[in-house]
């Protein structure tokens, strides 16, 4: 009864149009000073040690980073190595635009910022070259989305403070999933082009290739810096994220120098708005994370799913169904913090790995950026090519049935997303 009462007031709350993090917050304070007797100072005392965690400190340091590389000129370089690589291919430059989406993915850690920093260059390229606008809104809205599948994740991040499962076996987990959804994104975009006969480019030389890898080589370093830092232990995945920052910032400002050193306080002020607006949600979530608790809700959840016989097989499903619906009216990063706390409990009753199931998670909410009516990359999408959200969302369907297709390997063979973590830590 008082899950339902719980839910109720939360759901109320938001469809005010009141902000997810406020929503939580005042749902917590008004069932605890309402209907318990749970003291001041114990909410107090949570919201201040809920954000206490070591690992929270990752995230304003992968989003500074990320910043600096939107601004910085990597992506431009990246998009140009791509395409001199896969730019002869049916629809070369859209399958360019997956290939950077995915390299610049491992160095942001954010979906919606993957979608600017390729989308805004790559978008007026293809309709110069004769590319249908709904085309490449499809292919850069939805590639866009490899950004909280390959790791550094923010997403990640938030999974992993949630349920206190390792960052580092996160990030590993999250590899072969996004190298392996990145080539279905590629696959259905060659077929789409080449049934349609969209535009191929010249094929680059052998030469012309290396040119265009040395000038991005810069920022596809910091890929092999990060992951290669923490699988080798030099550091620690809040180190690393650390390390990101300081690196974007040197290469943007001094190596390519496309970043003037006038507007850097610009991006720091952005970087600390969107980081004070997630640790915001965060710390209402960890309320909300302690009111569930506190109510035993999540083992009793637990309990009455084991008693109804749910095996493995059909828990999954109905997680699937579940974040797949959140995802289209919620930010990933809220459905994170909202849901891990209560569905984890569950699936570690019915013996479902931690990391399988936050990279089964991410892939859900990759999936949410795209759908409609709140798919933030859809918005964001929007935002460069001028369509509506009700095109883009046509737009999208076939990346995002692809998209489907790959939850469901990624939901029942567990060992696509564990293969590389049981290798590296075991």
Known sequence: MNALIIFILLFALMLTGMPISISLGLTVLTFLFTMTDVPVQAVALKLFTGIEKYEIMAIPFFILAGNFLTHGGVARRMI??????????????????????ALFAAVSGSSPATVVAIGSIVLPAMIKQGYPKSFGAGVVATSGGLGILIPPSIVMVMYAVSTNTSIGKLFMAGVIPGLMLATMLGLITWYLARKNNFPRMPKASWTERFRSFKKSAWGLLLIIIVMGGIYTGVFTPTEAAAMSAVYAFVIAVFVYKDLSLKQIPRVLRDSASMSAMLLYIITNAVLFSFLMTS???????????????????????VVNVLLLVAGSVMDPSAIVLIMAPILFPIAMALGIDPVHFGIMMVVNMEIGMVTPPVGLNLYVASGITKMGITQLSIAVLPWLLTSLLFLMLITYIPQISLFLPNLIFN
Do not use: K
Request: hydrophobic residues 60%; aromatic residues 12%.
């Open 80 to 101: 140009n190595f791509a395409t001199s690589m896969v730019g002869h291919w049916h629809g070369g430059l859209a399958l360019g635009a997956v290939v950077a989406c």
């Open 295 to 317: 109510e035993n809700i999540p083992q009793a959840m637990a309990a009455w799913i084991i008693d109804q016989g749910f095996g493995v097989i059909t828990f999954l499903l």
